[in-house]
């Protein structure tokens, strides 16, 4: 989870993504005890790359020198060189760790992440994150779409409205992956 | 629309998109009078690509001589070389239109789409079809990865729970496209 | 191997074609024999997906009632419908395996192929058939991006000119693929 | 063009591409003049994503301490972070372009590239760098596999040998795109 939308006063903010990161962070432990590999992605916006979705969400653009930013205004949220862009304090990437800059919700579109999973054998993945049923939601299609076995942790992952975590949660379990806790996937993992 | 999602008896038949089609007709004729490129997809299943979809859900899967069908069996929905695989006769193809075979919910991944739509200089898509959170949503995030401006008709789209409808359309109005009624995109389209 | 390519008098005639046709068999029985999945590839144009394909290659556009047909001329070379799209009967596919329609040279472009081989999981690849500069080449690509192992045969392929077929084999085999011979390949299988 | 294989004494050294910079340049400085957009492409290799072409091609993984480097040795050729992954200084971006990192020779595969195209209306391709038979080569397929109309400046790609070069041009001649002259080009650009 990138700070933009974590962190209290951003413009892009999901209060809710502050609960679950404890439970990324005791699934990123056992990832890491277990030597499983672990991958971040950063979604990014750059005015070098115009893309659509800096028309959609205007807060990726670069806040005007001295002008009020927020939700629905130009933020530098996200934005390309941006502290923002980066991974929370508490889920800090380690150096032999990818980091995958994304343009995309989908972290599988325009990006290097298939081609190192693949790299790696990994067909099996476990997904966490903000916000549900954007970049989670475009992900976990991109992970179908390229045959991943998937498990969505249902209490790892967050977004502004319980109705839309809800029904997102409902798509994904009736179409593309398993969704578990975190701590029953905690739990299958000390089986392994 | 596809038979298999539409006709009473199916495996996987979405009474709501009997509901819809009327209004994805009459789209149909004004985009054929104004000559606008119109394209169908199916989703089809083969045994020969024996993908993932085909574990999580059966019902694309050969049903068995004699064995029972329906939701959660093996029905031969969506299968290879089955009749219910085509277009519903109300909305059938022209033999100057295109018809994309897909094989995953998304109509963009693993198929001509894209690249048809470009060779005709496409920059903008007017979705419709059914399941709105499944093929309709996919096929979203597919295009949005592919910067296509995209309508999608909200009484042109069908699922099978009111909330699942709401909510799917809630999330693609925020993050992916414009929703709006078959009527009011009539009238935009009547001042072109 | 398509028609379209290697019978007499086809107007993308590729004659060495013939010659490779017989150790493409060879192979093709001991893949059967071990089980190891085959995988068919016809290239096929259509005018409901008017790619550029069809503007830099004319052969591919419909013949017109009564004109002359040849290279350079609109021939209906693997146009959707016509037999000439169809492998060769040495080669004919079996009902089990995979035929895959593909609109660009490269095999994994815009088809099912990636998603077919992930969900066999298979990761290494034999790669046989015409031409070897431009649907051999454009397919190895393609695989190389997609992370397969590969290994291009060398009289299992063929292209117009010998100093063409050997500067692509020179390019595949610094870049992307082992080069081998059918014989060589055979021995190796053999050992398995 | 990237120092790792412009610059005297690189492991993956291409000195035939110190021979055609300056038609880059000349080209360049027309694009800029005419606002026309220019992107610039860095292949990159890290070992947090341990992709095949660190297997095929040593030269990319990182250098041992104290061991000796050079073409067949881990050199830390276009390793991440190195300086000699940047554009030659000669043909430096400016802060307003786009400069893709590549993780494949092909420029679109797994990039941000073509959607940063296609979201300022580009469809029409001018192509230069090295190596003429790998990058070069590769990214023009990705850019077929995408309908853009290309054009690869003869006198503005290089590689290790001449037949290569003349290969892979006639290649590209046949099956993909123009081939031409800077000076052509130039003329072509000075009557829009």
């Known amino acids: 989870m990138q700070r933009a939308f974590v962190?209290?006063?951003q413009a892009m903010e999901v209060p809710a993504a502050r609960d679950v990161a404890p439970r990324i962070q005791e699934?990123?432990?056992i990832?890491?005890?277990k030597h499983l590999p672990v991958v971040f992605t950063e979604f990014t916006y750059s005015p070098t790359a115009p893309l659509l979705v800096g028309d959609l969400h205007p807060e990726h653009r670069p806040a005007a020198p001295g002008a009020a930013t927020g939700f629905g205004r130009p933020s530098s949220s996200c934005l390309e060189g941006e502290e923002n862009t980066r991974v929370i304090p508490e889920l800090a990437p380690r150096a032999t760790e990818?980091?995958?800059r994304k343009h995309y919700y989908d972290g599988f579109h325009g990006t290097v992440l298939d081609g190192a999973l693949r790299a790696r054998g990994v067909s099996t993945l476990v997904i966490?994150?903000?916000?549900?049923?954007i970049c989670?939601?475009?992900t976990v299609i991109g992970g179908f779409?390229?045959?991943y076995r998937m498990a969505v942790v249902e209490d790892g992952v967050a977004t502004l409205w319980p109705e839309i975590q809800r029904a997102t949660l409902d798509i994904i379990r009736r179409a593309y992956a398993r969704v578990l806790s975190a701590k029953e996937l905690a739990d299958e993992l000390a089986r392994w």
């Not at 966490?128 to 049923?133: C, P, V």
């Open 145 to 147: 779409n390229r045959e």
């Open 128 to 133: 966490t994150g903000t916000m549900t049923d």
């Open 31 to 33: 990832f890491r005890e």
């Open 98 to 100: 990818l980091v995958v």
């Open 7 to 9: 962190e209290e006063g």
């Open 27 to 29: 699934l990123l432990a």
């Open 136 to 138: 989670v939601l475009a």
